[in-house]
């Protein structure tokens, strides 16, 4: 997130030269860390091979933003902590986000706006909401288009493991493990869970056991569960 600071006041005067003191130092950023993550993925080409996979059924004259554009701003906006689509409305001129996207620092070249980036997550197009409302066929496309785009997410995923190994092994034994995480507010997609009895979240943990190596985890809200005790 892009930090502004006060312009400058003078201290005094050294002849004719004044002697400032200035807080406007650039745009400075709170999430610098993810210009490492980027510079280990972008080699990898993690976002890149992914986003070729993916579907694109916008209309090619309209569109501004790639799919690999799309999709590494909506993945880091994600790993810096702003889920949600309305977060884009100010990261999509942060200068930091625009750099992770490959583009150049310009606050007359934004990024995605919000409206972009969720029909780009639910594969909604503008035509479809021109349609009369009786007529929409959004809702059955945008299941199927989800569906198929999970397909291969894990497929992709499951190409990306297998990459890793100098042999493709003969199976693959994976253990699963919840975790509490307790929050102590009112969080996004927090649930009350009756085992534990308080308010979190319940990551899963995936942990590849052939190889001991940890995989993914996976935030799962909790179901509503009464009446459970420990």
């Known amino acids: 997130m892009v930090v502004q600071r006060a312009a400058y006041f003078t201290l005094w005067n050294i002849g004719s030269q004044q002697l400032q003191l200035t807080f406007d130092g650039g745009p400075l950023v709170t999430d610098a860390g993810l210009l490492a993550v980027r510079a280990l993925e972008k080699p990898l080409r993690i976002i890149a091979d992914l986003a070729e996979r993916l579907p694109d059924p916008r209309a090619p004259r309209y569109i501004e933003h790639s799919v690999e554009a799309l999709l590494t701003q909506a993945v880091y906006q994600i790993l810096a902590g702003y889920p949600d689509f309305q977060d884009a409305q100010e990261l999509r001129v942060d200068p930091l986000f625009q750099i992770l996207a490959d583009v150049a620092p310009d606050a ?42 999970i397909k291969l997410l894990n497929d992709y995923l499951v190409e990306r493991f297998i990459g890793t190994r100098r042999s493709p092994p003969a199976e693959i034994i994976l253990d699963l493990d919840a975790s509490d995480d307790p929050v102590h507010g009112r969080q996004a997609l927090s649930g009350y869970h009756g085992y534990y009895r308080q308010h979190q979240y319940l990551p899963i943990f995936v942990y590849d056991c052939t190889f001991r190596n940890f995989l993914i985890v996976w935030s799962k809200k909790p179901r509503k569960i009464e009446g459970h005790s420990p």
């Open 108 to 149: 007359d070249r934004p990024l995605a706006s919000g409206s972009t980036l969720a029909r780009f997550q639910y594969a909604y197009t503008r035509r479809q909401a021109e349609l009369p409302w009786e007529e929409r066929p959004a809702l059955l496309e945008m299941r199927a288009a989800q569906t198929g785009r």
